[in-house]
């Protein structure tokens, strides 16, 4: 019984397969999709004033910072279409975005040198 109880308090080494966790992360493409919903948004709530612009500027940021961190760390991030998405989306509603603000300082301008 002694023998027993001796060879139940001895510790089982732990094999090397138990202490290795298996490799199941995927790659991160968080930034790339909140970069392609701000775009998104940024083009569907054209109507709010100054949300849409900060969306705008937060997808392009946003998808720059993914792609950059994808050129460093390719293996830890994906999602490189979602990001460019993101950066298109957001660039052309700022294009969108100047360009009908310097329409609006023409037409201002026109208007005013009419009087």
Not at 9 to 16: F, G, I, K, L, N
Not at 31 to 42: D, E, N, P, Y
Not at 88 to 94: C, D, I, N, P, Q
């Amino acid at each position: 019984m002694n023998e027993h109880s001796n060879q139940s308090s001895e510790p089982v080494p732990a094999t090397t397969s138990e202490s290795v966790p298996a490799k199941t992360s995927e790659p991160a493409k968080g930034m790339a999709i909140a970069s392609m919903v701000c775009g998104i948004c940024s083009l569907v709530l054209f109507f709010i004033p100054f949300a849409n612009i900060v969306l705008a500027i937060v997808a392009v940021a946003l998808g720059h910072i993914h792609l950059s961190n994808m050129k460093k760390f390719p293996d830890m991030y994906d999602g490189r279409g979602m990001a460019v998405a993101g950066l298109a989306t957001g660039y052309v509603f700022l294009g969108f975005t100047l360009l009908g603000f310097i329409i609006l300082l023409a037409t201002g301008s026109a208007i005013l040198g009419s009087l």
